[in-house]
């Protein structure tokens, strides 16, 4: 079992950024991937942008430009740098974590308890 306590979020305007911050802790293989979602009342939630221990990442096209996903390892903590906010961006954020086996073998699906992200005009 893994265990994921986020940090960050808030309330911010427009054109503004904030650092959200999500730590695993538990049964966390060397091999794993972590990512961020968020989901926003009467929207379907998306993958905003992931990174694996590797150090490969994937950015939603809307977030790409404006958000920088990194991680560190020691820590197997994941960080998501958001700059540019628009109020669009506000949502609940979710950290994800999947432990990987092989190339693609995702093993689990654990998920932080969300955090809330406002963007205000």
């Known amino acids: 079992q893994v265990q994921l306590v986020e940090s960050g979020g808030g309330l911010v305007q427009a054109g503004g950024s904030l650092r959200l911050s999500c730590a695993a802790s538990?049964?966390?293989?060397?091999?794993?991937?972590m990512g961020w979602y968020r989901q926003a009342p009467g929207k379907q939630r998306e993958l905003v942008a992931s990174?694996?221990?590797?150090?490969?990442?994937n950015y939603a096209v809307s977030v790409k430009g404006r958000f920088t996903i990194s991680r560190d390892n020691a820590k197997n903590t994941v960080f998501l740098q958001m700059n540019s906010l628009k109020p669009e961006d506000t949502a609940v954020y979710l950290c994800?974590?999947?432990?990987?086996?092989?190339?693609?073998?995702?093993?689990?699906?654990?998920w932080g308890q969300g955090t809330q992200v406002t963007v205000s005009s």
């Open positions: 990174i694996t221990s590797g150090g490969s990442t």
């Open positions: 994800n974590f999947q432990n990987l086996v092989g190339k693609t073998l995702r093993i689990g699906d654990y």
């Open positions: 538990g049964s966390i293989f060397s091999n794993n991937v």
